[in-house]
């Protein structure tokens, strides 16, 4: 079982930053790939990133390449996704999530992610 919780969303203006982190419960993170998804308003979530397990390999939607980046430290047990060039289409609820399937070699957002935190609120004004 791994638990997650979001922090460092915010409000933020078209153009700038936001770094959201993800800190996960468990000695076994390290072993995890670990994802962020995102859902606004009246739309269905949807894959922003992913990060395999050893911190390598990494997987991007189209919508976020180039401004958005992915990483983690699996000593502090952490997942952060730096987030630049903000838009104010990507205004919604970001969530963490983990892939429980140990060591998965392949990253990206068609395998099943069990664990959830509770999301974070970004919002970028135009």
């Known amino acids: 079982q791994v638990q997650l919780v979001e922090s460092g969303g915010g409000l933020v203006q078209a153009g700038g930053s936001l770094r959201l982190s993800c800190a996960a419960s468990g000695r076994t993170f390290s072993s995890y790939n670990m994802g962020w998804f995102r859902q606004a308003p009246g739309k269905e979530r949807e894959f922003v990133a992913a990060i395999g397990w050893s911190g390598h390999n990494t997987y991007y939607a189209n919508s976020v390449k180039g401004r958005f980046t992915i990483s983690r430290d699996n000593a502090k047990n952490t997942v952060d996704l730096q987030m630049n060039s903000l838009k104010p289409e990507d205004t919604a609820v970001y969530y963490c999530?983990?892939?429980?399937?140990?060591?998965?070699?392949?990253?990206?957002?068609?395998?099943?992610?069990?664990?959830w935190g509770q999301g974070t609120q970004v919002t970028v004004s135009s």
């Open positions: 999530a983990a892939d429980p399937t140990r060591w998965r070699i392949v990253v990206g957002p068609s395998f099943p992610y069990d664990y």
